[in-house]
Every structure is written in C-alpha cells, then in structure tokens.
C-alpha cells in the first residue's frame, strides 16, 4: 500500500471555517498529489508537488492551498470552506518504472462542508 | 468535459456473463492506465497499457489500448461477484488524467 496515510479520514466542517488535511507517507517518494472525487467527475487532481517546498496547481485548484515542508507530509488546506468543496478526497504518491509511472492511493479523507 | 470518456456508467450483470467497459478520448496518449475501486478505499492499479494494438491479459481481464492510443477497452470474462467495483481509466499527457469511472455490479 505505498505506506500511504490520511487523516482525518472523516471531517464535517461549517461553510467559511479553515480546513487542513494531511498526507504522510513513509517511503521517501518524491512525488505527491491532492485529488478530489466526486460522482460523475472521476479524479480530478487539485495540486501536486515534484520535491519539498516544490507544488504546482493541478485541474481544480481554486479555494485550496498546500505545503510540503518534508518530504513525507502533504498537506491541503481549504482556507474557508465552501459547499462545493465537499468531496472524498485522496492522497497519492507516484513510483516510476522507465517513463511510466504508478500512482498509489491513500484511504481517503471524506469531507462535509455543511 | 473529461479528457477521457467511459462507458457504460453503470453496469450490472449475473455471475458469469462477460463485460467490457470502454474508454475514449480525442487525445493521444502516452500511456493509459486502468485502476479498481472498491468503497471505501482508494483505486489500485490493474494495468498500464503503453503501446498502440497492445492487449494485455491479467487472469479473466483483457485490456486493449487502441491502435491510434486514444482509446481503451476492458474486457471482464465470466464475471465474478469480487470483480464488483468501480473501474477507472486514467490517460497520460504532461499529467495522468481520470475519466469519470464506470461501475460494474456481478450478482451471485
């Protein structure tokens, strides 16, 4: 399973509070990504980091922020939730073999903007 | 609009009948990728596909990239209830891109 954790795995929250999740992973991977999932949308990736202190914005970026101060912690952060930003949202981290790669997902953080 | 288009959404057969789920784009990619997700849990890879006319087996799973590598089909033969899930393609461009899944139900 990648050593990939999330925590927490459940969260309710009220519209405009701020909302932290965290990635850890115990691999030493250097790439890591912030997806959402939604019913009928698949995996959309919000942010993504290529080293520590390295991030680029991904699809469906807008109303979230991160940081990767080490490299084994990711974290996303919703500066004031909104409604639409409830989801499930998931880490992963990327192992590459030649020039593919495999993504390994964590658990899952479910995320209920109220 | 997705990058990449599953289908059927949703699917339901009896134990032993055979399914194929597709997957299309307009794209071309560089390598696509199949995942399964069972509730609760993130996806898991299946398979990665890289070259055009390439089919790979995988037990009762048959997976074909397209000739022009646009295009994907997963192919389940004598489904079981444990091949429940929901599967997901993922093409590659600069990033991977997900398409919106496709849910298959096997009843016992």
């Known amino acids: 399973d990648a050593g990939i954790t999330q925590s927490p795995r459940h969260k309710v929250t009220e519209t405009g509070t701020p909302v932290t999740l965290r990635c850890h992973q115990t691999?030493?991977?250097?790439?890591m990504y912030w997806y959402r999932q939604d019913p009928g949308h698949g995996l959309r990736l919000i942010h993504y980091?290529?080293?520590?202190?390295?991030?680029d914005k991904g699809e469906v970026s807008d109303g979230y922020s991160v940081s990767r101060s080490k490299t084994e912690d990711f974290l996303l952060t919703l500066e004031s939730a909104t409604s639409s930003q409830t989801s499930v949202y998931f880490c992963?981290?990327?192992?590459?073999?030649?020039?593919?790669?495999?993504?390994?997902f964590g658990p899952g953080t479910r995320l209920t903007v109220l | 609009t997705q990058l990449l288009e599953q289908s059927p959404q949703f699917l339901s057969i009896q134990e032993g009948e055979n399914l194929t789920v597709y997957c299309n784009s307009s794209?071309?990619?560089?390598?696509l990728q199949w995942y399964r997700q069972e509730p609760g849990e993130g996806p898991v890879l299946l398979v990665t596909?890289?070259?055009?006319?390439e089919v790979k087996k995988l037990k009762r799973l048959t997976f074909q990239f397209g000739d022009a590598r646009k295009d994907s089909s997963l192919h389940i033969t004598a489904a079981q209830p444990g091949d429940t899930g929901l599967y997901l393609c993922?093409?590659?461009?600069?990033?991977?891109?997900f398409g919106a899944g496709t849910t298959v139900t096997v009843r016992a």
């Open positions: 794209s071309v990619f560089s390598s």
């Open positions: 980091s290529y080293g520590v202190k390295d991030t």
């Open positions: 992963a981290i990327s192992e590459w073999r030649g020039n593919t790669d495999t993504q390994y």
């Open positions: 993922a093409g590659r461009l600069d990033k991977l891109s």
């Open positions: 596909v890289v070259t055009g006319g």
């Open positions: 691999e030493n991977h250097r790439y």
